[in-house]
């Protein structure tokens, strides 16, 4: 199975580091997704939630904006604020949604739907 290297990397260290199938960003021109192989690109991304399926499992990661340099094998991202919402106990997933929801409502952008990014936030619930 072809996979590609995901790196997230926040200020306060190191978010997620794996091989991936694929991984779908919040671009500030709209969502946009890579596989193996990409075109190489740089884009900015604005706040929302990466998507990042694995060979068995589909992960997420809240974030409030940030920056994304893909290559044909890796895709390093780099942002201000992130959260990971990963399955677990429930009330440690509890905790990640709210802490994934302060950090996005602490976002004032216009041009973003805060609600559809609640949402997919607690479709992780």
Not at 55 to 60: F, G, M, P, Q, V
Not at 92 to 116: F, Q
Request: hydrophobic share 45%; no cysteine; aromatic share 4%.
């Amino acid at each position: 199975m072809d996979t590609i290297k995901l790196s997230i990397v926040a200020p306060n260290g190191q978010i997620f580091n794996d091989d991936v199938k694929t991984v779908t960003l919040p671009g500030k021109e709209g969502e946009f997704g890579v596989l193996p192989g990409h075109a190489s690109l740089v884009s900015s991304l604005t706040v929302g939630v990466i998507i990042i399926e694995k060979a068995n499992s589909i992960e997420a990661v809240a974030i409030n904006w940030g920056h994304v340099k893909v290559s044909e094998s890796s895709v390093d991202v780099l942002v201000d604020g992130a959260v990971a919402l990963t399955s677990g106990e429930d009330s440690e997933t509890a905790r990640s949604i709210e802490s994934a929801k302060e950090l996005v409502n602490s976002v004032k952008d216009a041009n973003v739907s805060l609600a559809a990014v609640e949402a997919k936030i607690n479709s992780f619930a």
